[in-house]
């Protein structure tokens, strides 16, 4: 099972940062910051500690918002992850805190800093310079994109103009805070309804986004633009076949990553877009489960034939959707990418898929008839099912 990611913010954060701030804030009370910070510490998950910690933080800093601000900012140059002379040309690694945080002791190294930024997140909102220069800073450490959006909620437009103003930074780690911070359904953060309901605004920066030369950036515009998809599906298709207008390998690549959750779904004009609109003339053949009977934690391996059986050849998307048994009894589904298939008349080829039933953080599975799906270009056809059993004795 998956190490939980809260394991990887223990107790030691929260020294880290009283030594931190201890070498250029002598004042700084250390212990009775760690007396209130460790309270209560280990019930809690990964982002509520964050929370807890800046809480803490404020109880110990100095009073006027300003001068704690910058003890903070002069901790900084002392921490894991500040940025030398170079920095900004190019980022040492992409940290996809908001999608799937690396968990080794080193990719976690930076989350020190996350309770910085929710300090700025809660208390800053009245000072707003002195915390857009913090996000500025901590954005190219950690990741000012939870801080952000409390800014953008209370003082849209100026904090649009200073992400317009970002958009051009040297930094990628800033310009790829422009993206990421506006997104409307940020994973680990409040949703920004607002934008939900009217996200012009989010893609006017995108736009400008678009063809940013880093990937880091570029992959945060296609999850914003995934995001807007959920909630205004017309547009994302309307943005997608617009972008593709002269693109280069790069912005396709972007349009479809932005696709892939309308593509899941089976959204027919995501589909469109990506040459994949009209049914597929296959045929589905010998599909089989192995084994048939799955243990809970083992693995089910998936094989099945398709044959092309038009006349003309053929581009198939295929991917495979699990129903999955829930708490309850019933079924969520769970789309898996198979291939991208170009047939001649009469091809077939062997598609297969290992599906691991092993613990994750992310899914938990329960005994129970698992149904399974083969999907071409969005449409469904049953291959069968397989059963989940409890191991004797678990």
Same mark, same amino acid.
């Given at each position: %099972? ?24 002598? #004042? ?14 280990? $019930?809690?998950?990964? %982002? ?15 009073? =006027? ?55 700025? #997140? ?6 707003? /310079? #002195?915390? %857009? ?31 317009? =103003?970002?958009?051009? $930074? ?77 693109? =280069? /390998? ?7 990553? !932005? ?12 589909? =469109? ?33 398709? !044959? ?51 613990? %994750? ?34």
């Amino acid at each position: %099972m998956a190490e939980p990611l809260k394991n990887y913010f223990g107790p030691e954060i929260a020294r880290k940062i009283a030594g931190l701030i201890s070498a250029v804030y002598p #004042a700084f009370p250390a212990d009775a910051f760690l007396r209130d910070a460790l309270r209560g510490y280990e $019930d809690l998950e990964l %982002m509520p500690r964050g929370w807890h910690l800046a809480r803490s933080l404020r109880g110990h800093l100095p009073d =006027d918002y300003p001068e704690a601000i910058q003890v903070l900012l002069a901790s900084l140059g002392l921490g894991p992850g500040a940025p030398d002379e170079t920095a900004g040309s190019e980022p040492a690694t992409e940290p996809e805190t908001s999608a799937e945080p690396e968990t080794s002791e080193s990719g976690m190294s930076a989350f020190v800093y996350l309770p910085y930024t929710l300090f700025v #997140a809660e208390y800053g909102l009245d000072h707003f /310079e #002195a915390s %857009m220069t913090a996000q500025y800073e901590l954005t190219q450490r950690f990741t000012a994109e939870f801080s952000i959006r409390p800014f953008l909620v209370q003082h849209t437009e100026e904090t649009l103009a200073r992400l317009r =103003d970002w958009v051009t $930074d040297p930094s990628p780690h800033v310009r790829r805070l422009v993206s990421e911070g506006t997104r409307p359904r940020l994973p680990w953060a409040s949703r920004l309804k607002a934008f939900q309901a009217d996200p012009s605004p989010v893609l006017e920066l995108l736009e400008l986004l678009k063809d940013d030369p880093e990937l880091y950036v570029r992959r945060s515009v296609a999850n914003n633009l995934n995001d807007i998809g959920k909630d205004h599906p017309d547009l994302l298709v309307e943005t997608a076949r617009r972008w593709l207008m002269g693109a =280069d /390998e790069n912005r396709r690549w972007v349009v479809s990553h !932005a696709l892939r959750s309308a593509v899941k779904r089976g959204e027919a004009g995501a589909l =469109d877009v990506l040459g994949y609109g009209d049914p597929a003339e296959v045929a589905i053949r010998n599909a089989t489960f192995t084994p048939g009977r799955v243990r809970m934690g083992d693995s089910v391996g998936i094989s099945l034939e398709v !044959a092309n059986t038009g006349n003309r050849r053929q581009k198939v998307l295929a991917d495979l959707r699990v129903h999955f048994v829930k708490a309850n009894g019933r079924t969520s589904p769970k789309v898996f990418k198979l291939k991208i298939l170009d047939l001649a008349p009469g091809e077939a080829t062997r598609l297969r898929k290992t599906i691991s039933l092993a613990e %994750m953080t992310t899914r938990k599975h329960y005994p129970g008839t698992h149904g399974v799906e083969v999907v071409l270009n969005g449409r469904a056809e049953l291959l069968g099912s397989f059963d989940l059993t409890v191991k004797p004795g678990s």
